[in-house]
């Protein structure tokens, strides 16, 4: 069972505003994964969530007359049903408002100060809100704000727990870097691995893991006019959802399912997030584990951060882009496939309207879309709309294609989602090619006997490419698999392809008959 099942985690987005496409990004690309993983045999754990505590959520409830809870409860509503329109299929949603959370944060924090990595001293420092974290004097810009929030930092002077990071450098540098490890984590990319060792390397701090003025957070459980510190809260999400942490009632059946589900997921097996976070959760987050005795997570993946035009996002430029503007303009599915395949995952990139508009032209109007409507319309207008049946001597297009597909597994596996959708690109390509080299309308008109099995070749070779682009698209894929006359779901289908190779042909058969899904990707003006 463990060996099957795969758990993958989105960071848990702040709910001091409702979700942009930067949490769009990350949670599209966790969805992909996930579905790829099912479709692939996998027992998959798909986590998502909200971080609601701290200094900056009680800021935004101030702003908005609202108390914090009630604050939360609106913005949470955004982000489920932003998930919801964007087909995000995850298998939970934590909150870290919740009991069960609350109850593993507790439990954590107890063992941590039994075992006596917790300790009680003074900060005295800078700390940004923006960030939720403390910050140097160095880390600010010349006119003393911190430069990505463009905010000054407060000073801070209060009596904190402090957790002794300090004492796992070396383990977590060992940790990092030695793939024979036994407990060894994956940070990738690989450079942003390197950085993180770097700075591993020059010391670790102890970190300050309370607050005293802040009321709106967990309570220690060892001393409850303090609150845990808002990472320390967040980070543990990734156990309280699985089960860690005993809720009232120990031994209810609640509580040994609990039991059961901890052992059944835990540990994580990727941590998906962007640059910004890597450290909390490549560092601070391993620590804690390595605490408290807990089994570490197995990889940790940042992906790249992105501007809009250019610039940062941020409300006051004015360039925010919502998932629903996207749905809007794009669609769910091609919206899913553009933000993910515009420019490498682990690499930063910019975003505009433009960049989306002619990815959106090029590969699903132009390419994809009309490699589905060609196939369709030939074999509606030369063969009824009845698929004419292959010959023996059929031409080698699908091993064509299906070679260039088999390149799709290794770059899931990397997280290439740019790579796959070149991959894909390239195979509805070569068959457009060949329609194009094969001239099936002179081929009509020559009533030539090789029409039939040249038009089965094509809509085979697009039935194999729709299978790959399902976990993409998953809404269209279906579309084009009725168009094709299949029965069986096209998930079924892809699933049987996956993990037994049962060949698209067993789902879109020769005599059945196509059905016109209409335009599927109309061209958009930029
Ligand atoms: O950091 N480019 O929450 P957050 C790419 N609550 N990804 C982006 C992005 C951009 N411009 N903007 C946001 C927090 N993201 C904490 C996390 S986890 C225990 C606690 C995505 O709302 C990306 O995944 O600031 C980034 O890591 C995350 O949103 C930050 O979300």
Redesign the pocket.
Known sequence: MKSNRFYLT?????VNDYPHI??A??TIAADILSRWSRLNGKNVFFLTGT?EHGAKICDAAQKNNQTPLAFCDGIVEGFRSAWKNLAIENTDFIRTTEKRHEAAVQKLLSVLHEKGFIYNNTYKGLYCVGCEKFISETDLDDTGCCPDHRQKPAHHEEENYFFKLSAFQQQLIDIISDEKHPQHIVVLPRERRNEILGKLKQGLDDISISRIALTWGIPLPFDAKQTAYVWVD??I?YISAVGYGELPGADSPDAAQRINDFNTWWPADLHL??K??LWFHSVIWPAMLLAAGVALPKKIFA?G??TIDGNK?SKTIGNVIRPDQLIEKFGVDATRYLTVSLFPFGSDGDISWDALTDKYNVDLANNFGNLISRTLSMTQKYFSGTIPPATDSAPDLIDRVAKILADVPGAVDALEFHKIADRIQCAVTLVNQQIEQDAPWKMAKEANQRLGAAMNSYLQTTALITLYLVPFMPSICQKIWESFGAVEPVATAAHAYFTASVPPTTFVRSGAGILNPGILFPRIQK
């Open positions: 989105t960071p848990i987005y702040y930067g949490h990004y990350t971080d967040a980070l999400n997030m962007a910004d976070i992906h951060f992105f996002m």
